[in-house]
């Protein structure tokens, strides 16, 4: 629980970090990330003796991890670029949205059926989404950016079925040519921040890598130990600590109507979670045996 409970954590602080960057961009914070989360990833698996994973490993799978690779970057790239651009609350919005769109998905690609509950929180997150792009005067495309890219990313990852720090390992190094490549573009421009910037800037830099690769680590140790459903309640965490540091640290505008999309978000959310756990307790009573003693 504890491993569980700090990867959320982590992820739900993330952003208190990126600002810390500025005035770097986007684009060149998300290139420093891939390189340096390599360097960690790698420095893992070598001290977990896994460096040998990718021979023999089928070419199906290093397909979906290079979709995979695509998708990530695309949602670590908007995910910065909001945050520094003070859409905070924005982003927690879509990892609030994002379980759900996970279920619509499994529906779409995994002809998996949806029960009365979870149709009902669709509705009602839909709803919400309609009344935040009232509220915003266009629908809130940040969110709706994050939440089908990184449900998108797992849904692939599942299909790859190839284990955390593996799989990221693997994305990275598909990422890291044209990061390194971007990098040396800006350098030769006389645009590139390090080397350039002050020495608490540059060792945030390079902490980018170790912050993506803690939590995953955090979160792959609980995911072994901690039941599903469990886990599926921390997972609030996250974009909850991050609609607290949008709202209560960098102080951004939350209108009535922005709290009512909110609030129906979150009703969604409680019909979501209470319907899971009920199917859950269900199904385990369905299955338990019987403790009747037998006739003679």
Known sequence: MLFGVSAYLMWGLFPLYWPLLKPIGALEILAHRVVWSLGVLLLLLLATRRLGWLRGTPRAKLAWLTLAAVLVSFNWLLYIWAVNAGHVVETS??????????????????????????WLALGGALVAVLVLSVDYGRPPWIALGLAPSFALYGLVKKRAGVGAVESLSFETGVLVLPALLYLLVLESRGEGSFGHVPLGRELLLVGAGVMTALPLVCFGA???????????????????????????????????????????????????????????????????????????
């Open 93 to 118: 919005l879509g990892y609030f949205i994002n379980p759900l769109i996970s279920v619509l998905l499994g529906v779409t690609f995994l002809h998996e059926r949806l029960r009365p509950g979870q």
């Open 222 to 296: 609980a995911a072994n130990r901690v039941p599903l459903s469990t886990l599926g309640v921390l997972q609030y965490v996250a974009p909850t600590l991050q609609f607290l540091c949008g709202v209560f640290i960098f102080h951004e505008q939350m209108s009535s109507l922005r709290w009512a999309g909110f609030g129906l978000i979150w009703a969604s959310l409680a019909v979501f979670a209470l319907e899971g756990l009920w199917a859950q307790r269900r199904a385990a009573l369905i299955t338990r045996p019987s403790t009747t003693p037998s006739s003679p």
